[in-house]
T-cell receptor, first 117, second 110 residues
């Protein structure tokens, strides 16, 4: 199947700094990319959906100024956690699909563990 | 609101025993249901989806709209089936958005 990569796989940062996480589709064109957040022993919670060249659509309760998403190309989306605080520590997972989910598969990245000190 | 419920956090069986991982959903429209699996230290991957009506790795799942369920079944569990299983729902008005359940960890003992 298609491959989605994330970088970095883990990051530790100080409170107040910003962190950028990259999500890449390696062998297909991702018209839509998704960002999820997963707390320990909990489910994946969708944060936002981004379509290439458009502004991301954020889920209710997700601060768009806090979690900046850019989907500038068909193979790259970035999530920037701005002014990170300890409560932002979590596992962030991206996924990508080419076309609609009804006819295609959504492929997941391996995740990025963010720890804010 | 749309919701996916997986009532069991952990399901433990012995090799060769039947397995049923429960999934119930809450959605008044026409749903699309999926099962995703995450093996140890691996990423989430699609196991099966109800519209394809496939049997993958011996697993099957039938959508029961009357009971709003999409339980995952396998007649004879294997040790390599040990993993985290997530049920997910996509709604007809936003067919790309997946709503996940909390997951069930399946442990298959030898």
């Amino acid at each position: 199947g298609a491959v989605v990569s994330q970088h970095p796989s883990w990051v530790i940062c100080k409170s107040g700094t910003s962190v950028k996480i990259e999500c890449r589709s390696l062998d297909f064109q991702a018209t839509t990319m998704f960002w999820y957040r997963q707390f320990p022993k909990q489910s994946l919670m969708l944060m936002a959906t981004s379509n290439e060249g458009s502004k991301a659509t954020y889920e209710q309760g997700v601060e768009k100024d806090k979690f900046l998403i850019n989907h500038a190309s068909l193979t790259l989306s970035t999530l920037t956690v701005t002014s990170a605080h300890p409560e932002d520590s979590s596992f962030y997972i991206c996924s990508a699909q080419e076309g609609g989910l009804r006819d295609n598969e959504q492929f997941f990245g391996p995740g990025t563990r963010l720890t804010v000190l | 609101a749309q919701r996916v419920t997986q009532p069991e956090k952990l399901l433990s069986v012995f090799k060769g025993a039947p397995v049923e991982l429960k999934c119930n959903y809450s959605y008044s429209g026409s749903p699309e249901l999926f099962w995703y699996v995450q093996y140890s230290r691996q990423r989430l991957q699609l196991l099966l989806r109800h519209i394809s009506r496939e049997s993958i790795k011996g697993f099957t799942a039938d959508l029961n709209k009357g009971e709003t369920s999409f339980h995952l079944k396998k007649p004879f569990a294997q040790e390599e089936d040990s993993a985290m299983y997530y049920c997910a729902l996509a709604t007809s008005y936003n067919t790309d958005k997946l709503i996940f359940g909390t997951g069930t960890r399946l442990q298959v003992f030898p």
